[in-house]
């Protein structure tokens, strides 16, 4: 390290100090030239750094951890030792007396006491200097420089040697070099020029830590030369085993004696371990045994009687014992099992006149083979075909005749066979023929003697019965009759008695049974007796067990008593469906395993299927029933009073069983005068709700859950009578307006309806001419030709007159104004010669390409017509109406539709008695003998009976008034 040092002015000179820093800082760092005695720990380098008082004291400032007072550095006191060389001296300038310290005035916690220096330390340690005892010496040694010397301190009490340290001045460095006190021997010191300056100048600090006090009596260099060592070795090569005479007799002192020897024969760097080393310590002389083959760099280290020593060492080179090694590899294996030999004669320094192998272990060399050619070779090859350990020797014979020799045992095992189990197949239904095969089993060394069975999977092989009858064979045929998983192994065993085993799972399962199920008839009108027959079923691995029936399809077997009756019965009682329905008829078959399979039929029985879909208890009355087909399904709705909206929703496409209808209640508590129509197939729903208003939402879902509906979107304040339908991409509403008197049209802005103000631009359809004019039964909405048309009625006050008209939008969106009317107007659309009446609208559809309605005159007899206008549009209707019966003026409800393609009408019977209905047998209805099928579709007391086509089928709601329900009929 750099001494760190700083200068101050004081007038006269510069005075420079070192601090004492981590003393223990660096315990291995030796000052340049320095020497350790035997046994010391070596110097301490201390790490110095000078403080001067900022006040401009002459001393350092304590530092924490340092000594109250620093050590001055070496050139710091150069002055003070120049001086002391100037004065007389009473005493030689080699040795000083303890209490000479003073004579430099540097030391701390340190008392002159006669010719003793009593070092007293207050518990300074390592770790913190502040309680150091310290004491500089000054010395002058012109006979010194560049020579070996040793330094001795004698104590009254010595002190702990782990506490007290040794600090010589460093002039090259200008430092202090520290070492460890030698525990009572002398400090060795190879050249202490480096501690000496120009004119010879030495300064010695002695530090004490610790807390114990320890008097110092007395300081002294010597000037001493090393000991010579010499060190002789015979022999120095030899042979493992062989001993070495070692002779250090001849080593010397040229200013003393020697006082003693230490060994270190194994070149290891450590004198005097355990052992010969240290029972030749002391001795000039030693004879040591080398066991290990190698290399060793032993050495004497002698000491002479000032304590310096010197060493001597000399190589001695450990051989091994000439021998001939054999090697085999592997060493280890099965037959057939072939083997490398090799001798190793490397230690046999002479050399080598003949090889003689003995490969079989039979004790014979030279045999004709493998050891024939091998001989006069230092390597061979042999196959060992027999198991068990044979014993291999080789003989290498010197140019001298002497024999080497050396063995090799082999170990020779048995190949294991291979056991190759293989089956025809692996898994199959009952009965399993499985052809098992062994054959493919090998064995490397030898061959396969015997193959042995285990199937029944208790590991034990050959047992009596089948097992037994298939030992020694290498293929077997077995036949599994059970379901199940077979382990079936193979055993093989080899020429040597060595075994090896295979196995194959084999997965048995029961074949199925194959229901069959055939009836004698498939439809016909309810009521409907069918003999149903399952006999056909078949089992391939067994028989049939048992039958289970589900006339009545509702998904369940043996879960009526006709069902449970024909249980077991492969041709039960004929069966009668009383309802018309489509129904699936199904059997299940068990065979003697337990395995199912089922076989359905479809039966038709043909009639109305009159379904009660929601029959609220609490309701006061029911009204506002409307139907639609949604996504090829059938939905409904209705109001219930007191209740609110329900919601009703078939899983099928006819909806002709109660299992296919879910109802719930939509969200909302009040709502007269529904319209369901599909809008982007979801269902929506317009109504007027309690207050008047008209108003209009969709839902997201199938429409059963109340968060599938969207918000109300209102539509009007004052209406009624709402016609909803999908006109061009959006839904769009055809109502009357209570506020204007008017028959009106409004098409929301988006596809779905539900934004808010979407609802906006309500378009009047016609404003009535004249005072007292009141338009009426806006019931009929439908696109025609590409547009929005509809049919509607309004009431002529002064003239008594009741119009029945048509109008047609001039665009597409129905948002089109032609004249002060509204849309286009084409007047007298009531049956041509009918004559004024008062009509009410069934219904506008599309027939065969015309747009149709049918009307009732509820003032004449009651009479109902059908007319087809007389072009596409509708511009005309001219025609003569077809005149289909008359109902009495009380039967005014009634619903027009077109059902798989021919004009249908759905309607009141006479005295609102039971609901009724016919169907054109043409398409385009055009006489009124078309419409001469007439039937009762349900008794009651009918009221909003809507007809619709559901799949090719006519299917209606009405409201049961006797009930209060909602009721739905589809003809099947």
Not at 46 to 66: C, K, M, V, Y
Not at 292 to 304: I, L, P, W, Y
């Amino acid at each position: 390290m750099q001494s760190d040092i700083q200068r101050k002015s004081r007038g006269r000179s510069t005075v420079t100090y070192l601090a004492l820093a981590a003393l223990l800082a660096c315990a291995s760092c030796a000052a340049p030239g320095s020497a350790v005695q035997p046994g010391s720990r070596g110097p301490i380098i201390l790490d110095s750094r000078s403080a001067i008082d900022p006040a401009g004291s002459s001393e350092t400032a304590a530092q924490p951890g340092l000594p109250g007072k620093v050590l001055p550095a070496p050139a710091a006191i150069a002055g003070e030792l120049a001086a002391l060389r100037k004065s007389s001296f009473n005493y030689p300038d080699a040795w000083r007396r303890g209490s000479d310290f003073s004579a430099l005035q540097h030391s701390s916690l340190v008392s002159a006491s006669a010719d003793e220096a009593v070092f007293a330390p207050a518990g300074g340690g390592q770790a913190g200097l502040s309680g150091a005892a310290y004491a500089l010496y000054p010395f002058n040694l012109p006979q010194a420089a560049g020579a070996a010397t040793a330094l001795s301190l004698s104590w009254g009490a010595a002190p702990d040697p782990a506490q007290l340290y040794i600090g010589l001045s460093n002039w090259d460095s200008n430092r202090w070099s520290w070492f460890h006190d030698p525990g009572g021997a002398p400090l060795s010191i190879a050249d202490l020029g480096p501690y000496t300056n120009a004119q010879d100048d030495q300064a010695v600090a002695v530090l004490l830590l610790g807390s114990s006090q320890a008097p110092l009596q007395r300081l002294e260099f010597f000037v001493t030369e090393l000991p010579l060592a010499s060190l002789t070795a015979e022999p120095a090569t030899l042979i493992a085993g062989a001993s070495v005479s070692f002779d250090a007799s001849a080593s010397s002192d040229p200013d003393g004696t020697i006082s003693n020897y230490e060994w270190d024969f194994d070149g290891d760097g450590l004198w005097g371990e355990p052992g010969d080393e240290q029972s030749a310590a002391g001795s000039p002389l030693a004879n040591v045994g080398y066991s290990t083959v190698g290399e060793f760099n032993a050495a004497v280290r002698v000491s002479d009687d000032r304590l310096a020593s010197a060493s001597a060492s000399a190589l001695i080179t450990v051989l091994a014992v000439p021998e001939v090694v054999l090697s085999a590899s592997p060493q280890l294996g099965v037959k057939p099992l072939e083997v490398n030999f090799n001798a190793d004669t490397s230690t046999i320094t002479e050399g080598i006149a003949a090889y003689e192998w003995d490969l079989d272990g039979d004790g014979t060399f030279g045999e004709a083979g493998p050891e024939q050619l091998a001989a006069d070779q230092n390597f061979a090859q042999y196959t060992y075909t027999v198991t068990g350990d044979v014993t291999a020797t080789v003989k290498a014979v010197s140019q001298s005749s002497i024999v080497y020799t050396d063995s090799v045992t082999i170990n020779v095992g048995n190949s294991a066979p291979s056991a190759v189990l293989l089956a025809s197949q692996s898994s199959g239904f009952k009965p399993l023929l499985v052809s098992f095969d062994g054959s493919s089993s090998t064995d490397p060394g030898g061959s396969i003697v015997n193959y042995e069975w285990d199937f029944d999977n208790d590991t034990i092989y050959g047992e009596t019965g089948a097992e037994a009858d298939a030992n020694g064979l290498a293929g077997v045929d077995v036949l599994f009759s059970d379901p199940g998983s077979y382990r079936i192994r193979l055993r093989v065993t080899d020429d040597d008695g060595a075994t090896a085993s295979d196995s194959k799972l084999i997965s048995v399962t029961n074949s199925p049974p194959l229901a069959a199920l055939s009836a004698d008839v498939s439809s016909g009108d309810a009521p409907l007796l069918v003999q149903l027959d399952a006999s056909g079923s078949t089992d391939p691995g067994g028989s049939i067990a048992n039958y289970r029936w589900d006339f009545d399809s509702d998904g369940l077997f043996s879960n009526s008593t006709e069902e449970q009756t024909a249980e077991g019965q492969a041709v039960p009682d004929p069966y009668t469906y009383t309802a018309a329905g489509i129904y699936n008829a199904s059997v299940e078959v068990t065979d003697d395993n337990g395995a199912v399979d089922t076989a359905s039929l479809a039966l038709t029985a043909h009639g109305w299927s009159v379904l009660t879909l929601d029959d609220q208890p609490s309701a006061a009355s029911a009204s506002g029933a409307s139907l639609a087909v949604v996504g090829s399904v059938p939905v409904a709705a209705y109001y219930a009073a007191g209740v609110g909206i329900r919601f009703a929703r078939s899983a099928s496409a006819s909806g002709s069983l109660p299992s296919d209808w879910s109802v719930a209640s939509a969200p909302a508590a009040s709502g007269t005068q529904l319209s369901v129509a599909a809008v982007f197939n979801a269902p929506a729903m317009a109504y007027v709700s309690l207050g008047g208003q008209l108003v209009y939402r969709r839902a997201s879902g199938s429409g059963l859950l109340p968060g599938d509906w969207s918000a109300e979107m209102p539509v009007e304040t004052n209406a009624a009578e709402p016609t909803l339908a999908q006109v061009n991409g959006a839904p769009a509403l055809y109502f009357r307006s209570n506020t204007r008197g008017t028959v009106s049209y409004v098409r929301a802005n988006s596809q779905t309806g539900t934004v808010n103000n979407d609802w906006g631009g309500v378009i009047d359809v016609i404003v009535p001419n004249g005072i007292g004019s009141d338009a009426r039964d806006p019931w009929a909405l439908t696109v025609v030709n590409g547009r929005p048309a509809a049919v509607y009625t309004y009431y002529n006050g002064p003239a008594d007159e009741e119009a029945l008209t048509y109008s047609r939008s001039s665009n597409s969106l129905g948002d089109g104004i032609d004249d002060v009317d509204g849309w286009d107007i084409n007047e007298d659309a009531a049956p041509a010669g009918a004559g004024d009446a008062d009509w009410s609208i069934m219904g506008l559809q599309i027939v065969s390409g015309l747009p149709a309605i049918i009307v009732r005159d509820t003032v004449n007899e009651g009479k109902v017509y059908f007319q087809a206008a007389d072009n596409a549009d509708g511009t005309g209707w001219t025609g003569t109406p077809v005149h289909l019966f008359d109902l009495s003026a009380m039967d005014t409800q009634g619903s027009f539709a077109v059902v798989g393609g021919h004009p249908s009408f759905a309607y009141q019977g006479p005295l609102s008695a039971d609901v009724r209905f016919v169907m054109s047998s043409t398409a385009n209805g055009g006489q009124s003998a078309d419409w001469a099928g007439i039937e009762t579709v349900a008794g009651g007391s009918p009221a909003d009976i809507q007809l619709v086509d559901v799949g090719g089928l006519p299917a209606l709601v009405y409201i049961d008034t006797v009930e209060d329900a909602l009721i739905y009929a589809v003809r099947i």
